[in-house]
């Protein structure tokens, strides 16, 4: 599977920003998917996921109440809606797939991984 992320760019403090993750492959709909993000001098984060099966999503505290992950099987995409966005959530977003382990906010337990794509909020 392979996994490419775009939708990223320059926002105000306040607005909003959706993010896509494209994938090949038909198992694409049997994976969890998850996104990260890793800003400068940081480790990369956990920011959410989205079950395969039932389509539950968890959050990072962080980002809970303003972005929203969804995923369309049917076209091979996961998306990540960021709305309220914040000068902290400036960061590469990474898009995962396919966990595999126990704990789902690490990346460690992630097979396959997008290129990443910058978003960047100013003050």
């Known amino acids: 599977v392979q996994l490419q992320a775009s939708g990223g760019g320059l926002v105000q403090a306040g607005g909003s920003l959706r993010l896509s993750c494209a994938a090949s492959?038909?198992?694409?709909?049997?994976?969890?998917v998850a996104w990260f993000r890793q800003a400068p001098g940081k480790e990369r984060e956990f920011v959410g996921n989205?079950?395969?099966?039932?389509?539950?999503?968890r959050y990072a505290d962080s980002v809970k109440g303003r972005f929203a992950i969804s995923r369309d099987n049917a076209k091979y995409m996961a998306y990540l809606q960021m709305n309220s966005l914040k000068p902290e959530d400036s960061a590469v977003y990474y898009c995962a797939a396919q966990f595999i382990g126990t704990d789902y906010s690490s990346e460690k337990n992630y097979h396959y991984w997008g290129q990443g794509t910058q978003v960047t909020v100013s003050s």
């Open positions: 492959g038909r198992s694409f709909r049997s994976y969890t």
């Open positions: 989205i079950m395969w099966g039932n389509s539950v999503t």
